[in-house]
């Protein structure tokens, strides 16, 4: 109906102690499959009051998740302004591969892009924002540029941000591009201290930075590493 109406989403992700079923892992999934709906995730807490000002001054019925507990303690705008609808940010540049993460998985793959410069291997870090509508430009011209993603979410991975890029790949005729999703697999997972559980599925920064690893490597191996 497209109504303007803005839904504000606590507990996004893995919550820590509240309980096996507490865990924000379905709202990408059935969110983004509602006609005109607008979801986000932002990175930190200055993204996040910007975006509820987009999802309030959208017109549409948007969404913006947040998780359980402290913000990072990044400096807040005095004026917020809107975010552009649909645009994603490129935070780092580079050509053996990408990271292409929402919400506040941003910062693992900040870390994890920092640990493999050291090593001499550059990839790229997309702050999505948008699960839907996705940027598509800019995940299309990392594909081309590296040949190479690695999606990052704090969700269940069917039917999540990782699948709604692969999606967009597979209709722009992209199925040589290499993708690795990581996110939460499908279950009822105990709860914990989010920094335990988030290891545990390859969600730290060690675990993207393996992950960009072994897939950059598997690239080459087959000879089609940009």
Known sequence: MDIPVAFAIDRGGIVGADGPTHHGLLDFTYLRALPNMIVMASKDENELARMLKTAVEANHPASVRFPRGNGLGVPMDETLEPVEIGKGELLREGSDGAIIAIGHMVAAAVEAAERLSSEGVEVAV???????????????????????????????????FGSAVLE????????????????????????GPPEVLRARFGMDADGIAQRVRDLIAADRRVGVHR
Not at 170 to 175: D, F, I, K, L, V
Not at 184 to 189: A, S, T
């Open 126 to 160: 997309m702050n999505a924002r948008f699960v839907r509508p996705l940027d598509t430009e800019m995940v299309l011209a990392l594909a081309d540029t590296t040949g190479c993603l690695v999606t990052v979410e704090d969700h269940y991975l069917d039917g999540g």
């Open 168 to 191: 967009a790949l597979e209709a722009n005729g992209r199925s040589d591009v290499k993708v690795a999703r990581i996110g939460v697999p499908v279950g009822v997972h105990q709860h």
